[in-house]
């Protein structure tokens, strides 16, 4: 058995092999005694899972841990997606959620994300502290359950549907109005996964005529990843040319990152959209605060910030930081140039459903095509053109370069000088001329991202390889 670690969001690991049901009651217990410990377990624990292979099962099990610890259980009582169970943390004032889901990953994965009392993903020190309970536990802890039916009769199972008041908070977040200007014809991809459903439901509302592909339970995901990137979308892209739609959104496998097609099939990166977003808020929206973007998101969201005496936080990659900022700081927008976004006045997690209706939102509002709304953007703030490149390399020599990352120091790129550096996660240096780059170590493989983002194609391409070049890949 391997180690039950807590990644950037959440424990995860292949089904049978790690991820089985007697693991899942460890991780349980270990989040079970945190919540007591925390004072937190009088206040109930939500449980939500999503359309993976034997999710609801595993949901269960969690829930008789829960309950055996004397916890009261509110069981989402259908496939939910992430951000709906973070609400209905916050609709049941409840001490936490347990969310099982792996996201994105692949079919063979499945995965337990706990979300605390405050409905936005667990910072550092809480999951040390969950894992410190599951080493525990893992030594000879006892592990506490109560059969289900039985939990039910002394009234600590419940089971809630969230989806009515998740809806409704989603309306008072948009301008429904908006879609009475332009009615548009939409494509929705939930990607098999637990997002089904909640886009069309909330666009057909408004008027529009929507379209639904891979729209139906599929625990192999159609044979390919449940990530709402580039190339996993072309299905949706024709699916947006053949129905002459003006928009194709889709959502990953618990639905809390967003997918974006234009009406000519071209995909809208998330660091486009983020920009166009926040430019759109600020002309729509009245409330003012902070941007948050990790420390690879586009710089773009700076140029607006500024622009609009607006200040700006740079955060490590993850969107725990990014939620910590909205909590704390009163963030107008928060994003991650992975598809992860929330706004002021909504949960503290990343939404892929909220992004996906302020995107159509904002081609109601202004009637225009992403292609117009970005020439019309460039023209006041200029562009950009950002690119992550993934580089694998032999796990004996990931070692190797992280050591020539430490001793690395150029003081100019490209023919740029390097106004600043930044070590706080891999290496992230800035150039005069606004362009920046991040490399950073993969945590679980050995793998390096770099992260470009410049003027034109030239430069990036020059930026590119003189980076990867100095440290020998």
């Known amino acids: 058995m391997g180690m039950i670690k807590f990644g950037t969001d959440g424990w995860r690991a292949i089904i049978a ?10 991780v349980a217990q270990g989040i079970a005694s945190y919540m007591l410990n925390q004072q937190l377990a009088k206040k109930g624990i939500v449980i939500g899972y999503d359309n993976r292979f034997m999710s609801g099962e595993f949901a269960r099990e969690c829930a008789r841990v829960m309950a055996g610890n004397g916890i009261k259980v509110f069981f989402l009582d259908k496939v939910s997606p992430t951000p709906v169970t973070a609400f209905a943390v916050q609709a049941q004032n409840a001490g936490g959620a347990v969310m099982i889901t792996a996201s994105h990953n692949p079919p063979e994965y499945n995965g337990i994300k706990f979300i605390p009392e405050y409905a936005g993903p667990a910072l550092p020190e809480v999951t040390d502290a969950i894992e410190r309970e599951v080493e525990r536990i893992m030594d000879g802890g006892k592990i506490y359950e109560l059969d289900i039916e039985e939990a039910r009769s002394f009234g600590i199972f419940e089971e809630i549907n969230a989806d009515d008041l998740y809806i409704k908070h989603l309306d ?24 089904i459903g909640y886009l069309e439901k909330i666009l057909g509302k408004y008027g529009c005529e929507v379209k639904s592909i891979n729209n139906y339970r599929d625990a192999f995901f159609g044979g390919t990843l449940p990530e709402p990137v580039n190339d996993n979308l072309n299905v949706l892209k024709r699916a947006v040319i053949s129905f002459d739609a003006q928009i194709g959104l889709a959502l990953d496998g618990d639905a809390d990152r967003f997918g974006i097609i234009d009406q000519e099939g071209t995909y809208v990166t998330p660091n486009e959209f983020l920009y166009l977003v926040l430019n759109h808020l600020l002309k729509t929206r ?21 622009k609009n005496g607006l200040g700006v936080i740079e955060t ?11 909590r704390e700081k009163g963030c107008m927008l928060g994003g991650e140039e992975s598809g992860g976004m929330s706004i002021f006045g909504h949960i503290p997690e990343k939404d892929g459903i909220l992004a996906c209706l302020l995107a159509a939102e904002m081609l109601a509002y202004t009637g225009k095509s992403f292609s117009a709304l970005k020439t019309e953007f460039a023209q006041e703030y200029g562009s950009v053109i950002s690119r992550r490149v993934d580089i694998k390399v032999k796990s004996e020599k990931k070692d190797e370069i992280i050591s020539q990352m430490h001793d690395y120091a150029p003081v100019s790129i490209a023919g740029y000088k390097v106004v600043s550096q930044n070590r706080t996660e ?43 070049k100095a440290l020998n890949f």
């Open 316 to 326: 490590p990659v993850g969107f725990k930081y990014i939620g910590q900022c909205l």
């Open 17 to 26: 092999r790690d991820f089985t049901f007697a693991n899942c009651c460890i």
């Open 426 to 468: 891999g290496l992230k240096v800035s150039l005069e001329d606004d362009s920046w780059f991040l490399i950073r170590p993969s945590g679980t493989e050995p793998l390096f991202r770099l992260y470009v983002e410049t003027s034109n194609d030239k430069e990036l391409e020059r930026i590119t390889t003189e980076v990867l």
């Open 286 to 306: 009245t409330f003012r605060g902070p941007i948050a973007r990790t420390l690879a998101t586009t710089h773009m969201l700076d140029r607006i910030a500024r």
């Open 172 to 195: 008072s977040m948009l301008q429904g109005d908006s879609f009475q200007k332009n009615l548009l014809k939409v494509v929705v991809d939930p990607m098999f996964g637990a997002g």
